[in-house]
């Protein structure tokens, strides 16, 4: 096993998910100021991004701004022949420029949460609202994996 990971040390290969202590963070992340989306929704992202980009709340000066664009929708499947649904699905869209230092990266990620229509309307309700929230978690967790091999890319540049 060891020999087989020989070659990875020389080539500059660093995992992008452990190696690092509690309390580390990636300071080119943590440079990054997340610029408000509306709606709720929005909010929610905003918040979740924030979070991931700089977890600990260091005080790093602003180098980047992200702007993010969020954009959500609902399909019912599942239809019965009295034309109710019993299935439907979050699509969750989000399309960011990430600009500043003389950077400009912009790109994308898509998602889709589902859940199951019930009888009563409070489950469904709630059962809309939690895979909306799934939907915006996926899609805070896709966009920071792509700043974060953008910024290692970046730092290996260097």
């Given at each position: 096993?060891?020999?087989?990971?020989?070659?990875?040390a020389g080539?500059?290969?660093?995992p992008?998910?452990?190696?690092?202590t509690?309390g580390?963070?990636d300071?080119?992340?943590?440079a990054?100021?997340?610029?408000?989306?509306q709606d709720?929704?929005?909010?929610?992202?905003?918040?979740?991004?924030?979070?991931?980009?700089?977890?600990?709340?260091?005080?790093?000066?602003?180098?980047?701004?992200?702007?993010?664009?969020?954009?959500?929708?609902r399909?019912?499947?599942?239809?019965?022949?009295n034309?109710?649904?019993?299935?439907?699905?979050i699509?969750?869209?989000?399309?960011?420029?990430?600009?500043?230092?003389?950077?400009?990266?912009?790109?994308?990620s898509?998602?889709?949460?589902?859940f199951?229509?019930?009888n009563?309307?409070?489950?469904?309700?709630?059962?809309?609202?939690?895979?909306?929230?799934?939907?915006?978690?996926?899609?805070?967790?896709?966009v920071?994996?792509?700043?974060?091999?953008?910024?290692?890319?970046r730092?290996?540049?260097?």
């Amino acid at each position: 096993m060891a020999l087989a990971a020989t070659p990875l040390a020389g080539c500059g290969f660093h995992p992008l998910y452990g190696g690092a202590t509690a309390g580390e963070y990636d300071p080119t992340l943590a440079a990054i100021k997340v610029q408000p989306i509306q709606d709720r929704e929005g909010q929610m992202l905003e918040l979740a991004l924030r979070e991931k980009l700089n977890p600990r709340g260091a005080p790093v000066p602003t180098r980047y701004n992200l702007i993010v664009v969020l954009t959500l929708s609902r399909a019912d499947l599942g239809i019965q022949r009295n034309a109710t649904s019993t299935r439907s699905e979050i699509n969750a869209s989000a399309s960011y420029t990430l600009s500043g230092d003389g950077v400009s990266v912009t790109g994308q990620s898509h998602t889709v949460s589902a859940f199951n229509l019930q009888n009563d309307a409070w489950a469904a309700t709630v059962a809309e609202d939690d895979a909306r929230e799934r939907a915006i978690e996926d899609l805070a967790n896709a966009v920071v994996l792509q700043l974060s091999l953008w910024s290692r890319g970046r730092a290996a540049a260097r």
